[in-house]
């Protein structure tokens, strides 16, 4: 057996009874990468030199008798989060060549636990978008079929994940960036509640709704990645300051799901869901009522507006998050005439089209005269939303449906159409708005391609989540199930 | 005609704070290399965030209420969005519709009245300073050590209607700021920093003239001449009934004159909103009483306690309320005096503003190098209460004490100051005096009294200044009138 194929606890094994070494590791997945990398493209680049490097230090932390589960383990980040002295582009052309002097708060820890970083994975331009195609770097082909999109903003970090590029990854997710892709391409996703994993270092797209979060080959990886990163940053005056519990412990409490309450969010069935997908959804949620949960339905009564307030409020926010690339102090810069007309050009060579139509959008819904009718109106439902939660937490203890109503489009298919491209969020948006917890686990496949379980727990609930999602991925196969490339 | 000026004023106040507020660098951007005190926070790099600087919460809340303002326990920190070089994020992270201090006032001395005039405070709120540019030739020169640095914006309503009323205003501010040591306030070093909204009134239909801002007012003598400057440039286009356009005027401290920045484009354009990497800040009330309690008493209150407590008159308070150090070293003598030995308050106050003062001048010296210890000011006035030495003498003794911070008792021995009061030793002296000066001695008896104050004069210039003053007279009249 290839060791690229191995999951992050079965290599933490090896190497803890000395089979293997992070070195063999990390060179194993660095030939997997060379075989199907061109085909694939899940990195905007692979740092080989330094993640050998990494790997060797790693064995030599091990050889003192250190331990700890991420320990030499090879893992792509996503290019929208930073990493220290390794080139940091978000996917945009205004970002190239720049080399950020200091690291994420994840990617810190992660170091400090001696993961090995293979490479930073390909990304839409600032993680706008559900397919990976807006990258300005390159195109990541989905590797359950190549003519296909692998999801999006974390396409490249899925389809490393599920192409044994990497053991794990890091995404973020905004509107679904790490739940929709993972459903797309069959790994594990997870969004952490708002607050539970510090933002500092993951470059802003909506700064109220952005999560940074594991996708990885199973349940027990991502639980193990989450434990990696999540904890309070005094850096990030929105990350909270809560106990991180050990969730690969917590998750394999209990027997199977027994007193486990299951809502079932009526609204979530939306009219154009693949037949496939929902009959791939019933069949897992009847897994689910098997290993002893109590399924109920739930409403979440003001879901048809979570679309338009969430692209209101994320386009509002990344209008201003996005001032900062003027070519003043750091990536591209296009001299132009004068002052202003330098900054006109940098931006106009700088942002692609999918970045700029955000920017004016959030312009304009912050425009004096229209702050009001849009930005603090959508304001207002996002309280509603973030409500409709907090009641049906009330009722259940997790709650379930699709991650996306279909399955992973062909390339260039929604391009054209950013609306289209919009509601694909449907189903993801609604965690981000309200700041809940939410999982993507591989339930089965709809003509061919994987279908993705949404398993949504209140804030905070991340164990809660991580295990419905743990048992019934022990009487279920659909994640060792692989892609047929290279 | 006469038109009636009204006027509001902006002043952003840089907080002295050590680190900027919303990273760890230092605040302290004076002088000191470009681009050092910068770190990826303050550059606005991308996937850096704010945290608040609660000392820059602290030293608002000090000044809001110093300023008599409500303090809004509920605080949102909000993005004002605008593209410039110096603003590194694109967006100053500033307070718009929840600012942490609301609806007080400043009083304000004036020449016209006796009562002090209420300056209205619409708002204070906080902010981020923004970097500097430099312009080189063709080129701008970007200077980041100031972005970031904690920057407090105090808004007036338009309750200012002179250019002394302006002045007196931001004076008054200065020293309110320097009071609570929120900030240095140094105009010229950028630490205080005004804009003025002027529009001038018809006195006949009470209607409101078109506002005019003016900017770059970076001295106390601008505030005043550009204010000057411009309600008579705006009464001169009005009288001759031309009409004032809503523009941004800067004032040229050379030539003395407003000219045309740019014309007013309102903050339509700022687009502000909440700002997401920062939750709202609550603000414990306990913590706010607390700060209240640890103010330090404020120039209003000490000028009612040196006028009333003290016996000093309105201007004698004012020179020494004018700089907390200078106050703090007046009270401190003043307590050491105590009420038991004769050294009264008023007594003090003349030592502090007359020889002190004119030795501070004179040195360059700040009151915080004073080497004189309280004590040794007191024993010096007891010295002059007993007759011990005089007050030609205590004013020579008070310069070496200024030098060398050394008791007085010895000073006066070492140099031998000790009053002549021997009254046998007066009157042989005076009998000399007479003796040698035959013709003011006819005057005085031919009914010239002001000529005793000459030979008293030689006494003194006999005794090298050491005789007491009062018995050398004594001794002088006895001798002439037997």
Redesign the interface.
């Known amino acids: 057996m290839e060791l690229y194929t191995l999951t992050i606890h079965q290599a933490q094994e090896k190497l803890r009874y000395g089979e293997t070494t992070s070195v063999e590791l990390t060179e194993s997945v660095l030939e997997r990468i060379a075989q199907v990398e061109d085909k694939v493209g899940a990195y905007i680049s692979v740092q080989e030199d330094l993640a050998l490097q990494m790997a060797r230090f790693a064995d030599e932390r091990r050889a003192t008798g250190e331990d700890n589960p991420l320990l030499g383990i090879p893992l792509g980040i996503k290019d929208a989060i930073i990493t220290g002295g390794v080139p940091t582009t978000a996917g945009s052309r205004i970002l190239e060549g720049y080399i950020p002097p200091f690291d994420a708060a994840t990617v810190a820890r992660l170091r400090q636990a001696g993961a090995v970083f293979i490479g930073k994975t390909n990304t839409d331009e600032f993680t706008m978008g559900g397919s990976t195609e807006y990258s300005a770097y390159c195109l990541t082909r989905n590797p359950w079929d190549l003519t296909r999109v692998p999801g999006g903003s974390s396409g490249g970090s899925a389809a490393a994940v599920a192409a044994d590029e990497a053991l794990g990854a890091l995404g973020t997710d905004t509107g679904g960036s790490i739940r929709q892709p993972a459903s797309f391409c069959s790994v594990v996703g997870l969004k952490p509640t708002y607050g539970r994993v510090s933002r500092y270092g993951a470059i802003a797209h909506g700064s109220s709704l952005d999560q940074i979060g594991p996708l990885a080959k199973d349940v027990e990886d991502a639980a193990i990645l989450l434990g990696g990163i999540a904890g309070h940053d005094p850096l990030d005056a929105t990350s909270l300051n809560a106990p991180v519990p050990d969730y690969v412990v917590e998750m394999k409490r209990g027997d199977g799901l027994k007193g486990l309450k299951v809502g079932v969010p009526t609204e979530y069935f939306v009219e154009g869901m693949e037949p496939g997908v929902k009959t791939a959804i019933r069949a897992a949620i009847d897994k689910l009522a098997d290993l002893g949960a109590e399924v109920v339905d739930v409403s979440l009564p003001h879901t048809q507006y979570g679309i338009a307030v969430y692209y209101m409020i994320v386009t509002a926010e990344a209008s201003a998050n996005l001032s900062r690339y003027d070519g003043v102090r750091y990536g591209l810069r296009q001299d132009g005439v004068d002052m202003w007309d330098t900054f006109r050009q940098t931006r106009e060579t700088g942002f692609g089209p999918e970045v700029k139509r955000r920017i004016m959008l959030g312009t304009y819904a912050l425009s004096a005269g229209y702050y009001d009718a849009y930005y603090l109106k959508a304001q207002q439902v996002r309280t509603l939303l973030r409500r409709d939660f907090e009641q049906a937490f009330e009722q259940v203890d997790v709650m379930v449906a699709p991650t996306v109503p279909g399955v992973a489009f062909e390339i260039g298919e929604k391009g054209d159409d950013p609306l289209q491209m919009y509601l694909i969020d449907v189903l993801t948006v609604m965690l981000n708005l309200a700041g809940v917890c939410g999982i993507s686990v591989p339930c089965g496949f709809s003509e061919g391609m994987p279908v993705g379980l949404q398993i949504i727990g209140p804030a905070l609930g991340e164990s809660g989540i991580l295990r419905a999602a743990y048992q019934y991925e022990q009487v279920t196969a659909w994640h060792k199930q692989k892609p047929g490339i290279g | 005609m006469k038109y009636q000026p009204i006027i509001g004023m902006e002043v952003h106040v840089e907080l002295s704070t050590n680190s900027k507020m919303f990273c760890g660098c230092s605040a302290d951007f004076f002088g000191v290399a470009p681009n050092t005190h910068v770190c990826?926070v303050c550059?606005?790099?991308?996937?850096?965030?704010?945290?608040?600087n609660q000392k820059a919460v602290e030293y608002t809340i000090m000044t809001g209420l110093a300023l008599n303002c409500q303090i809004q326990p509920h605080n949102v920190f909000a993005?004002k969005?605008y593209?410039y070089?110096d603003l590194?994020?694109?967006?100053q992270i500033s307070q718009y519709e929840l600012p942490l201090c609301l609806n007080g006032y400043v009083d304000i001395e004036t020449e016209e009245s006796d009562t002090p005039k209420r300056i209205r405070v619409r708002r204070a709120h906080l902010e981020e300073d923004t970097g500097k540019l430099t312009h080189v030739n063709n080129h701008?020169l970007?200077d980041l050590n100031r972005a970031g640095v904690p920057l407090l914006e105090i808004v007036t309503e338009a309750d200012i209607h002179s250019a002394d009323e302006a002045y007196a205003y931001v004076t008054k501010l200065r020293q309110l700021v320097r009071y609570l040591g929120v900030s240095s306030g140094d105009m010229e070093k950028g630490a205080m920093r005004c804009e003025v909204n002027l529009s001038l009134t018809d006195p006949e239909t009470g209607e409101w003239g078109t506002k005019v801002e003016v900017k770059n007012l970076n001295s106390f003598r601008s505030v005043r001449n550009a204010i000057a400057y411009e309600i008579e440039r705006q009464t001169k286009v009005l009288s001759k009934g031309g009409t004032i356009d809503q523009v941004t005027m800067g004032w040229d401290e050379n030539r003395a004159i407003t000219f045309l920045q740019r014309t007013k484009e309102g903050?339509?354009?700022y687009?502000?909103?909440p700002e997401?990497?920062?939750?709202p800040l609550d603000l414990d009330p306990a913590w706010i009483e607390e700060i209240k309690t640890g103010l330090p008493e404020l120039p209003d209150a000490k000028m009612a306690r040196y006028t009333g407590d003290f016996e000093l008159t309105q201007k004698e308070a004012l020179v020494l309320v004018e700089d907390r150090s200078i106050a703090e070293y007046y009270e401190s003598v003043v307590a050491v005096a105590g009420d038991a030995k004769g050294v009264t308050p008023k007594l003090v106050s003349n030592w502090v503003s007359g020889e002190l003062f004119r030795l501070l001048g004179e040195s360059g010296r700040n009151i915080a190098d004073v080497e004189i210890k309280p004590a040794r000011l007191v024993a010096l006035i007891e010295l002059v209460n007993a007759n011990t030495i005089n007050q030609p003498a205590a004013k020579k003794v008070f310069g070496v004490m200024f030098k060398s911070g050394r008791p007085p008792q010895e000073i006066v021995e070492e140099l031998g100051l000790q009053q002549i009061s021997d009254e046998d030793q007066l009157v042989s002296i005076a009998r000399q005096v007479i003796a040698d000066h035959p013709d003011p001695v006819e005057q005085f008896k031919a009914g010239k009294e002001t000529v005793i104050n000459f030979l008293v004069g030689q006494i003194m210039r006999v005794t090298r200044g050491k005789a007491n003053p009062q018995l050398a007279e004594q001794a002088l009249r006895e001798l002439l009138q037997s």
């Open positions: 990826p550059l606005g790099m991308p996937g850096t965030l704010p945290v608040i993005r969005n593209f070089p590194p994020k694109g967006y701008s970007v903050d339509t354009g687009r502000y909103f997401p990497d920062l939750p």
